[in-house]
């Protein structure tokens, strides 16, 4: 999916599932539906299933915000 196409079906308060692709200092990376979110403070394992809530989406960076639902 596209960032255009993420963005027109998905809004804030939205609930994803997806996988985690990257681990950082400061949280985990995680890939759901082809657009990758960051999970700030979180440490799940890099492949892991996870269930996120994007809490804020930042169109003209092209970043979204989650946190475990």
Avoid: K
């Amino acid at each position: 999916m596209s960032w255009q196409d993420f963005l027109a079906r998905h809004q804030v308060g939205d609930v994803l599932d997806g996988v985690v692709t990257q681990q950082a200092p400061f949280g985990s990376f995680v890939e759901a539906e082809g657009c990758t979110g960051l999970a700030y403070q979180q440490t799940w394992p890099v492949g892991a299933r996870v269930t996120v809530r994007i809490l804020e989406i930042d169109p003209a960076n092209q970043r979204f915000s989650l946190a475990a639902a």
